[in-house]
């Protein structure tokens, strides 16, 4: 059934339609043919018929904008033959100018982290609050000497810095401090260029606990309860082991908690602006409390076995999950997984008192999942057991303020590191170095005591005056990017590196998705109406075996075996070891490398003969193992192939016969006329609903998604883009 939406979102059947043709291709917009006919004037289906009205599939619950329509009459019938592209391509509407240059420097917004500081003014009445930092107005109220604020946000304008206190309510810089007893200075994001080597240096004292370090640390949604037996409660204090009361809190009474500070050993908790409690009168152990975070991250390893309690009833919400998060601190979001129940998993990190009051294991890269769930009984399971120290290692992070992840690399001790960047002021009221694109690790790791360590300095670009325009997003910042202002929403459901673009994007966001976005990010995508999931990869694997037998009722068939090779050199520069004694680093950017070479030829060489690939030089390889997969995956031993026949065809001479499950990007392999094996996948499908003769579905497979001309033409010119993906399974 087919349903119509006109301009105003009225719906109203159509009643009186032909076979629709329903169109869908991998990483493509779903295209939609059908006429429909009016046999009786009064047809208002019929007549809300127009330009950029939606049809709504019954049979898939998809929506579909009509982009042409063309009016015709058989005597006293009418009809309308239709053409309708799949919502997705509403994308279309949104075009992306390149930002106007503004007049006014420096005014973007930047996070302070868990800033604190103390107004400190001679000033009658105390600093005064403007409603914002650029042309604001006076407010009526002024904030008083000596208070204590919380900080979100800070701005530079015209050199001249602003904090903000509360939503639309801004300070000058000149009327705060941040070194009074409980302040924390705002986290600053200023990247500087520095060029230095140093060695990694942790000691058993870094491991400790105790949060002396005179900064505040963040709690999480923390909640405990006044437990005292003091007549009038609890006191609290303008700072923490300060001696000025603010009030006293009632015993039994509970309170969020943002922040602790620990001082001489006692642990100090924020309950709002300048209101500190002392630990001996709270208690996280009552109903309801969350107990604080402590952002402790222990090394451990060991191997664990999912142990979920069955439910008693369909009614039973119980209980433990498995949900997979990307963080065992807040905030926290759920990564759309569980582990399976029985499975096993290696556990390399734990986390004792982290977000929603529970401890956690990590499993994976930024993989975090609840200790409760895990079962270390079986006669293979080992329970986790801390790093010994001679093997310590420090935690390298995504970013040198918050909000911090950690990317999963390690820097062990005692191994030496090239620096490139520096942040002075970063998450934790820490300082930071850079050791890779997206790798910080905090300063008082590093030691540069070594002969060959070399004090990072920072570095005069001599192209400061350019403006750098580049960005580089995460594929959710890109998504966010060319969503923003529409209907569409997206989910992520693999890990994708981030992407440098020599500029913002812009143009058409629906080109933007379609080509920038497949070639850069590489991924692949499902929707549903105004919803995008992106995947690595869509489709089933191993859900076809097609025997290209001579006697195969095609509709159409390309091969072609002109591009085939089978004999490829390669080479990768390795570099040497900067830890090596004997190894000399001039400090100009440049490491000491080795070349490998290797050299690989195809099984296939006994059906081609020797074909010579261009010579291959691998950026990415580490090892000469490495560089052999990688020439492997680039040499194309195999023809190009695609096939389109209806669906009977293809089932039957399918080996797989129990597998009858045809979809969009489901993977395979044809077993061609040489008896290879070829990786294919389902790249088109066409399907004829409410066909008069029952017309099957038409199925597109083979090795190449995209136009296959246009596929040869590039590859016969070696202008291999991403206009075109050779399949490689």
Not at 132 to 138: F, Q, S
Not at 486 to 514: H, R, V
Not at 614 to 631: G, R, V
Request: negative net charge.
């Amino acid at each position: 059934m087919l349903t119509i939406y006109d301009l105003r979102n009225k719906a109203a059947p159509l009643i009186n339609y032909g076979e629709i043709k329903l169109n869908e291709k991998v990483n493509a917009v779903a295209q939609l043919d059908t006429t429909v006919y009016d046999f009786d004037e009064n047809d208002v289906g019929f007549q809300m018929i127009q330009e950029r009205s939606i049809l709504e599939l019954s049979d898939n619950g998809q929506q579909y904008r009509i982009l042409n329509r063309s009016e015709d009459s058989l005597g006293i019938v009418k009809e309308k033959n239709i053409t309708a592209y799949h919502v997705l391509h509403d994308l279309n509407d949104r075009v992306i100018h390149k930002p106007a240059t503004s007049k006014v420097s420096n005014t973007e917004e930047t996070s302070t982290g868990n800033a604190i500081g103390t107004i400190n003014t001679m000033e009658d009445g105390g600093a005064p609050i403007y409603s914002a930092p650029v042309a604001g107005k006076i407010l009526s109220t002024r904030l008083s000497n000596g208070s204590d604020w919380k900080i979100d946000k800070q701005v530079v304008v015209n050199s001249t810095k602003w904090y903000r206190v509360a939503t639309n309510e801004w300070i000058n810089e000149k009327y705060i401090s941040f070194d009074k007893d409980g302040d924390v200075k705002p986290e600053n994001p200023t990247i500087t260029k520095v060029l230095g080597r140093g060695t990694i240096k942790v000691t058993a004292s870094d491991d400790s606990n105790t949060i002396n370090n005179g900064e505040a640390t963040p709690t999480g949604n923390a909640i405990g309860t006044i437990n005292t037996m003091e007549d009038g409660g609890a006191p609290t204090y303008s700072a923490p082991g300060g001696s000025n009361i603010v009030s006293h809190l009632s015993n039994g009474t509970m309170w969020k908690i943002n922040l602790v500070k620990s001082i001489d050993n006692v642990n100090w908790y924020s309950v709002g602006t300048n209101q500190w409690v002392s630990d001996k009168y709270l208690t996280f152990d009552k109903d309801s409390d969350v107990k604080p975070e402590e952002h402790e991250v222990t090394v451990v390893l060991g191997k664990g076995t999912i142990k979920l309690p069955e439910k008693s009833s369909k009614d039973d919400d119980d209980k433990k999950s498995s949900e997979l998060y990307d963080a065992p601190f807040s905030p926290q979001h759920k990564l759309g997984r569980q582990l399976p129940n029985k499975t096993t998993w290696k556990i390399t990190a734990e986390v004792s008192s982290g977000a929603q009051g529970k401890s956690w294991y990590r499993v994976g890269v930024n993989q975090w999942v609840t200790q409760e769930v895990f079962d270390f009984s079986s006669a293979s399971d080992v329970k986790p057991q801390k790093i010994d120290d001679s093997a310590k290692s420090v935690q390298v992070f995504d970013s040198p303020v918050s909000p911090q992840k950690m990317t999963g690399q390690e820097l062990e001790n005692g191994t030496q590191w090239r620096i490139n960047g520096s942040v002075s002021d970063g998450a934790g009221g820490k300082s930071w170095y850079r050791v890779s694109t997206n790798g910080w690790v905090e300063q008082t790791n590093f030691d540069f005591s070594d002969k060959y360590d070399v004090q990072p300095e920072e570095i005069k670009d001599d192209s400061s005056d350019e403006k750098d325009d580049s960005v580089q997003w995460s594929i959710g910042q890109f998504m966010s990017y060319i969503t923003s202002g529409t209907k569409f929403t997206f989910n992520i459901y693999d890990d994708f590196e981030m992407y440098n673009f020599d500029q913002e994007p812009d143009g058409n966001a629906l080109d933007l998705f379609l080509n920038d976005g497949v070639s850069d990010y590489g991924y692949e995508f499902t929707v549903d109406n105004y919803h995008i999931n992106l995947f690595k990869k869509i489709g089933s694997d191993n859900s076809f075996a097609f025997v290209d037998s001579g006697n195969v009722s095609k509709i159409s068939t390309t091969n072609d075996d002109t591009s085939i090779k089978t004999h490829i050199l390669g080479e990768f520069s390795q570099k040497i070891d900067s830890s090596d004694k004997n190894s000399s680093d001039s400090m100009n950017g440049d490491d000491s490398e080795q070349v490998i070479t290797a050299e690989y030829t195809s099984p296939h060489v006994n059906l081609y003969g020797i074909i010579d690939d261009e010579y291959f030089t691998d950026d990415s390889a580490s090892s000469k193992d490495e560089l052999l997969q990688h020439m492997k995956d680039k040499l194309q031993d195999y023809p190009l192939t695609q096939i389109t026949l209806e669906y009977h065809e293809f089932k039957k001479n399918n080996l797989l016969q129990s597998v009858n499950d045809v979809g969009i990007g489901n993977s395979g392999f044809i077993k061609d006329r040489y008896d290879i094996d070829i990786s294919a996948r389902i790249i088109e499908i066409t399907k004829y609903l409410h066909s008069p003769t029952n017309k099957e579905p038409e199925i597109t497979f083979g090795n190449i998604i995209g136009d296959f001309a246009d596929t040869l033409s590039q590859l016969n010119s070696n202008a291999r883009n991403s206009a075109y993906k050779i399949i490689t399974n």
